[in-house]
């Protein structure tokens, strides 16, 4: 099932914050996060995994709340390279050893001069 | 260079006429994935595949084949293409992990129409 990602779109000045939301109904075993800019592939940012390890760049922070199955991905005094289409990804505990990959529909952030 | 390639980028097509698109890695990564994009849907998983000879399906898988044959390549095909698949499809490939998951390398995708 897919994830929710919220807002949908977001369009901030440069130097203000953002935080993009991510929750699932189901068990998560895993959080991706990914993105994308116009016309490109999508770009790896971080995983957060349960039980608290996380896999990414220094730069950007994600949390992981395993009870209400909800990842977060917080974006800091936003710079105009930030701008892009921002997806979740996520691994179900009940996928087991399968490592299948559902994405969100994506958060669309958009960051002015 | 480490990348992911696809071949073609650009595909237009005709219903019914057999395709295929083609990945190839050159990480040596185990893990490969192909996803499909459409407006407003994001990136939806069709198959995946753990190591050669070994592939599953993934939220999307009808219409759709892959095979593993070689770790490097893991081809896509459209044997009876339908204008519902017309869409950007993405390759993508993962380093070897001990079971758990890693970043994903994204290849340029293809974009596919059909008429």
């Known amino acids: 099932q897919q994830p929710v990602q919220s807002p949908q779109a977001v369009i901030l000045r440069e130097g203000e914050d953002a935080v993009i939301n991510c929750s699932s109904s189901?068990?998560?075993?895993?959080v991706h996060w990914y993105r994308q800019k116009h016309g490109e592939a999508p770009v790896f940012l971080m995983i957060?995994?349960?039980?608290?390890e996380q896999k990414g760049h220094e730069k950007i922070s994600a949390s992981f709340n395993e009870k209400k199955q909800q990842s977060s991905l917080y974006l800091t005094a936003s710079q105009l390279s930030y701008s892009g289409t921002y997806f979740c990804?996520?691994?179900?505990?009940?996928?087991?050893?399968?490592?299948?990959?559902?994405f969100g529909s994506g958060t669309q952030l958009t960051v002015l001069p | 260079e480490a990348q992911v390639t696809q071949n073609p980028r650009y595909l237009i097509t005709v219903t019914g006429k057999k395709l295929t698109v083609t990945c190839s890695q050159n990480?040596?990564?185990?893990?490969m994935s192909w996803y499909r994009q459409d407006p407003g849907l994001g990136l939806r998983q069709i198959y995946y595949s753990m190591n050669v000879e070994v592939t599953d399906k993934g939220d999307v898988p009808e219409g759709y084949k892959v095979s593993r044959k070689e770790k490097r390549n893991f081809p896509l095909i459209l044997e009876s293409p339908s204008p519902n698949q017309t869409s950007l499809y993405f390759c993508?490939?993962?380093?070897?992990?001990?079971?758990?998951?890693?970043?994903?390398?994204f290849g340029p995708g293809t974009r596919l129409t059909v008429l």
């Open positions: 993508a490939s993962s380093p070897p992990t001990s079971g758990s998951y890693n970043e994903q390398f």
């Open positions: 990480m040596n990564h185990e893990y």
């Open positions: 189901k068990a998560l075993y895993s």
């Open positions: 957060l995994l349960k039980g608290g």
């Open positions: 990804g996520t691994a179900l505990i009940s996928s087991g050893s399968a490592r299948q990959l559902t």
